[in-house]
């Protein structure tokens, strides 16, 4: 505990002079400091084994927070800070997200829905608000066009799919992967851009025809559909951008992979307590049963 003491406080007052208070040697305390500085880097060696595993299996995909919380899941005792430097000194980082990009075309006659949700990006329970948009992915045999909708109350992707096409059945299609798998009471509100397959008769029918409530954003304004922006620029971050896709197929099953093996069933989210999607739903379902 002396040394401990002396260890906190040298950077205030003279070794010498702590030394002499606390009755101790120079020599006894100067041989506590060298083993308790091997005993560190020994264990910051091991602990730089296991972040760089965590990295790797991410396919570098993880930042330091949720490399900290990846091992405290594995029940591992460590801080913030020590994961951040041991990170830094080994040069590892998170792939950056870029800005979000306007891809809608809103030029369109069709009907255009009220802004229900009004940026509140919260809900209390799975399929009370469903947001969807449209993105663009690079191939060599041109444009793939990628429809999603996630469930805002646990991020979880919960239709998607993927064409040459951006067109009404592009976003239909889906549309139906969500309805299909998650088969939602009516009153869910479906929140979108002003994009002209939204607006589309076609579309309002099948929202109609299940009970979901439309809702846009306002004119070319993003942050109105801040969460589907959001992860098209975490999946473009964490794999578009790291991919050269030869055809559509090669991309639509490298997305497919990304979506339903590591998005949804792996990849913590900040929003979430750095749980993934299906372990968030999960858990909130346990405890509501558990009630």
């Given at each position: 505990m002396r040394f401990e003491f002396i260890d906190a406080e040298k950077a205030h007052y003279p070794v010498l002079v702590l030394c002499a208070?606390?009755?101790?040697?120079?020599?006894?305390?100067?041989?506590?400091?060298?083993?308790?500085?091997?005993?560190?880097?020994?264990?910051?060696?091991?602990?730089?084994?296991?972040?760089?595993?965590?990295?790797?299996?991410?396919r570098g995909r993880y930042g330091s927070p949720r490399i900290h919380a990846e091992l405290r899941a594995r029940g591992m005792r460590v801080g913030k800070k020590r994961v951040e430097r041991l990170m830094r000194a080994q040069r590892l980082a998170a792939r950056r997200k870029r800005r979000f990009r306007r891809t809608t075309n809103s030029r369109h006659n069709g009907p255009i829905a009220p802004n229900v949700i009004e940026r509140q990006f919260d809900a209390r329970a799975p399929n009370q608000v469903w947001v969807t948009n449209v993105t663009y992915i690079p191939t060599g045999e041109g444009w793939l066009y990628l429809a999603v909708i996630l469930d805002l109350f646990s991020r979880r992707v919960v239709g998607w799919a993927a064409s040459a096409f951006n067109d009404r059945a592009l976003a239909l299609t889906a549309l139906a992967f969500a309805l299909g798998t998650r088969r939602p009471a009516p009153g869910l509100v479906h929140h979108s851009d002003r994009g002209s397959l939204y607006a589309s008769d076609d579309y309002r029918l099948v929202l109609g025809t299940h009970g979901l409530i439309p809702s846009m954003s306002r004119a070319g304004d993003c942050w109105d559909n801040a969460v589907a922006e959001s992860f098209f620029?975490?999946?473009?971050?964490?794999?578009?951008?790291?991919?050269?896709?030869?055809?559509?197929?090669?991309?639509?099953?490298?997305?497919?992979?990304?979506?339903?093996?590591?998005?949804?069933?792996?990849?913590?989210?900040?929003?979430?307590?750095?749980?993934?999607?299906?372990?968030?739903?999960?858990?909130?379902?346990?405890?509501?049963?558990?009630?």
């Open positions: 208070v606390l009755l101790v040697s120079r020599s006894g305390y100067y041989g506590w400091a060298k083993r308790s500085e091997s005993a560190r880097a020994k264990s910051d060696a091991q602990l730089s084994v296991q972040i760089r595993a965590v990295h790797h299996k991410s620029a975490t999946l473009k971050a964490e794999l578009v951008e790291h991919e050269r896709y030869p055809t559509r197929a090669a991309a639509i099953a490298s997305i497919g992979d990304y979506i339903e093996n590591f998005y949804n069933l792996k990849r913590r989210h900040s929003r979430l307590a750095y749980m993934s999607p299906i372990e968030f739903e999960l858990k909130t379902y346990v405890t509501a049963r558990a009630a």
